[in-house]
């Protein structure tokens, strides 16, 4: 028979493993979609997360919302564009000492049909979901590595797609391919970075509710079949993608670097 003091030593602990209280964070795409679903959930559980956007108003708005839960900041600006990247490591460096959690989220998409695909929308999606990702991470390891230790590696969590792990439907090359190279430049930085106690890891969503996936989850008759496609049956919530990315920061993710985790109700499993 389990005594009481031991259960709630048992609850105690867990509850630790899973802790990412007082953790800074970064979470950039934070006003919206997926990197709302997870700069709420970082906030719910006690770290002061900044959140960047392209749009002022929607970081601003976010970020006030988000302040009734913890502690959240607004620092709005475009990441691809010249300067974006400096711009949002010093406003936070001029803030934190050390960044604890680094969500790569922010990206972008394109489809159009084969014949009708442009070249440039490769250049565009190359900038904003692969070189801004990589240029974030390096320019950030000073604050990471003061936040690093080898009980508790400072965490690097980027946003892949299932896109990247096969071949998608719809016709987003540039999309597909970047997201396949955010998978292999996780790999690489983990790589490099675990003699630094930082880890690098990286979620693959599947269908989320996100401005991405908006043209087919805001028709009921589309995300119907969409959901009914998943293995799981349904449409991806907010608390599946905070929960793994609470996970990967936390105690009981900190011997994980290098991988990639479909979080996509199995539907990495049925797709060639």
Not at 99 to 110: C, D, F
Not at 126 to 149: E, G, I, Q
Not at 202 to 215: E, L, N, V, Y
Request: charged share 20%; net charge neutral; proline share 4%.
């Amino acid at each position: 028979m389990v005594s009481a003091s031991s259960s709630e030593a048992a609850a105690q602990s867990s509850g630790d493993l899973f802790s990412v209280s007082g953790k800074v964070a970064v979470v950039t795409g934070g006003s919206r979609g997926i990197g709302a679903m997870i700069a709420t959930g970082l906030v719910r559980a006690g770290c002061r997360v900044y959140i960047t956007a392209r749009k002022k108003a929607a970081c601003d708005a976010k970020a006030a919302e988000l302040s009734a839960l913890g502690e959240c900041v607004s620092i709005p600006l475009d990441l691809a564009a010249a300067g974006g990247v400096d711009d949002l490591v010093r406003a936070v460096g001029e803030r934190e000492d050390r960044l604890h959690i680094l969500v790569n989220n922010a990206g972008a998409t394109w489809g159009a049909p084969l014949a009708d695909y442009p070249l440039d929308a490769f250049d565009k999606l190359w900038n904003v979901n692969v070189k801004a990702l990589f240029a974030l991470t390096v320019s950030s390891l000073p604050l990471l590595r003061a936040a690093a230790t080898a009980d508790d590696p400072a965490r690097v969590i980027n946003i892949g797609s299932i896109d990247g792990l096969g071949v998608p439907a719809m016709e987003s090359y540039a999309y597909s391919t970047t997201k396949a190279g955010v998978h292999m430049l996780t790999r690489h930085l983990a790589s490099r970075l675990a003699a630094e106690s930082i880890t690098v890891n990286a979620i693959a969503p599947g269908p989320f509710d996100s401005k991405m996936m908006a043209f087919a989850l805001d028709d009921p008759q589309t995300r119907t079949a969409i959901a009914a496609s998943v293995p799981l049956h349904r449409i991806g919530e907010p608390d599946d993608m905070a929960g793994a990315a609470i996970f990967l920061a936390s105690r009981a993710g900190r011997y994980l670097t290098g991988a990639v985790i479909p979080v996509d109700g199995g539907l990495s499993t049925i797709r060639r």
